[in-house]
């Protein structure tokens, strides 16, 4: 066969594989469908776009970093306002190239082992583990029993002569108080991080969460707003920390900075394409997942709005319980993205977290605890170094009374309306009258 009929079969081959892939998810936006018996925490967000985009990719065999990923990259930061947005395979990947920038020797000032990096009680393993990983002791701050993020009004009796970052994390798509953040970080010439894997979209006066602080971190995995299934971002507007990203991202080679023709013609006895200037890893997505991202950031609003629409409404309907419950807050001038949708049980309260989890759990509503809860009381953190900040008591209460049930583009009025049923009736059978 000539090779205009291999092209013609080819080309005939892709359009009935696509017209496959879009017969499979017709009638299914990615999203499944409304009243199902069982509630999950986290449902698919792709449809056919996504998965055709990361076929294409397969057959081209183009399947490592490349313009996928990179036009992704350019949506993510048009979408943020920022200046430079660098994938890497996970969100925890971003954490640690994060750090791994401000504890690189090539930055200026850079933070050195020992230095102290404060960042909330309450959070994920990978907020806390990149600060050891880079050398760097986690100083733990009590947080804010409204939001359950790092409590503002803890930060400076935690600084230090060592003191050099402040990590915040936007805990379940609630933004930090990050005027007092920055504010003080001003004052006592901090770095700020902004660990906003969970709060993509979430917004201070107007502006995203993630193009606020010196660096911001992203996870697409699978549960969150929007999926490329593993993957994170790294977000900065600083050119410097973009360009170290590019490097240590990539083994720490030239290939993808900006300046590599200067760097390589300074260094003309070394082969360019094996030219190393940063210690690094490979943390590296692939196409596949650029692919994902490039139709997932379109959905992210909408994704968004479904969110925010759920919350309002247990929020509104949960608030004749608010003596036995607490529920999150938004706070004025915010936007909350809502990762899930948290209750605390009160500690007065005639029940506990077990007994409402249980529940719920039996009647197909999946939940979780709050992260990781009070990190200092996870036995892990016998083998390592850190420092807490006073006995953290709204941490343990969130830890021992706090959860969450999901909240996510495949819940509408019919599933919402049944968990609010089932907490109706589990406070009914549970205190009766009194209640």
């Not at 933004?175 to 504010?183: A, G, K």
């Not at 029940?351 to 999946?366: A, C, S």
Request: charged share 25%.
């Amino acid at each position: 066969m000539s090779q205009a009929g291999l092209d013609i079969e080819t080309s005939d081959i892709k359009e009935r594989i696509e017209t496959l892939v879009r017969e499979h998810f017709s009638g299914n936006d990615g999203v499944r469908a409304h009243g199902a018996t069982r509630i999950p925490l986290a449902v698919p967000t792709f449809g056919w776009e996504e998965v055709w985009e990361g076929i294409e990719s397969l057959l081209s065999a183009n399947v490592t970093m490349a313009d996928k990923v990179r036009e992704f990259e350019g949506l993510f930061a048009q979408y943020l306002g920022a200046r430079h947005a660098i994938m890497v395979n996970s969100g925890s990947s971003a954490n640690l190239l994060a750090l791994s920038i401000l504890t690189n020797p090539a930055t200026d000032s850079h933070i050195r082992p020992g230095d102290e990096i404060i960042t909330p009680a309450v959070t994920w393993a990978t907020t806390v583990f990149p600060i050891i990983n880079c050398g760097a002791l986690p100083v733990l701050v009590d947080v804010d029993l409204k939001t359950f993020n790092l409590d503002a009004d803890k930060i400076e009796e935690a600084i230090t002569e060592k003191t050099r970052a402040i990590m915040v994390v936007h805990l379940l798509g609630n933004p930090c108080d990050m005027n007092r953040v920055l504010e003080i970080a001003k004052a006592h010439n901090l770095l700020v991080i902004e660990d906003a894997c969970e709060a993509h979209g979430a917004e201070i006066n107007g502006r995203k969460v993630g193009s606020l602080g010196d660096l911001a971190t992203f996870s697409f995995y699978f549960s969150h707003h929007i999926t490329t299934i593993e993957g994170g971002m790294i977000v900065t507007n600083d050119d410097g920390y973009a360009e170290q990203a590019r490097s240590i991202r990539s083994f720490g080679w030239i290939r993808d900075l900006k300046d590599a023709h200067k760097v390589a013609a300074e260094h003309s006895d070394i082969d360019p394409r094996f030219l190393f200037v940063n210690p690094g890893y490979n943390l590296r997505p692939t196409e596949i997942q650029g692919a994902f991202g490039i139709h997932q950031i379109k959905k992210l609003d909408g994704f968004i709005e479904i969110r925010r629409d759920n919350a309002r409404f247990w929020t509104e309907h949960l608030a004749e319980y608010s003596d036995l419950l607490w529920a999150h807050e938004e706070r004025p001038g915010t936007r909350h993205v809502w990762f899930g949708y948290p209750l605390m049980v009160r500690p007065d309260a005639p029940f506990t977290r077990k007994q409402i989890v249980d529940f719920l759990e039996d009647r197909g509503v999946e939940t979780r605890p709050i992260m990781a809860g009070n990190f200092a009381d996870q036995p892990v953190m016998r083998l390592l170094p850190y420092r807490k900040v006073g006995n953290l008591p709204n941490s343990t209460l969130v830890m021992r009374n706090a959860f969450l049930f999901g909240n996510h583009a495949g819940i509408g009025q019919e599933e919402r309306e049944a968990v609010l049923d089932y907490i109706r009736t589990f406070i009914k059978q549970t205190c009766g009258p009194k209640c």
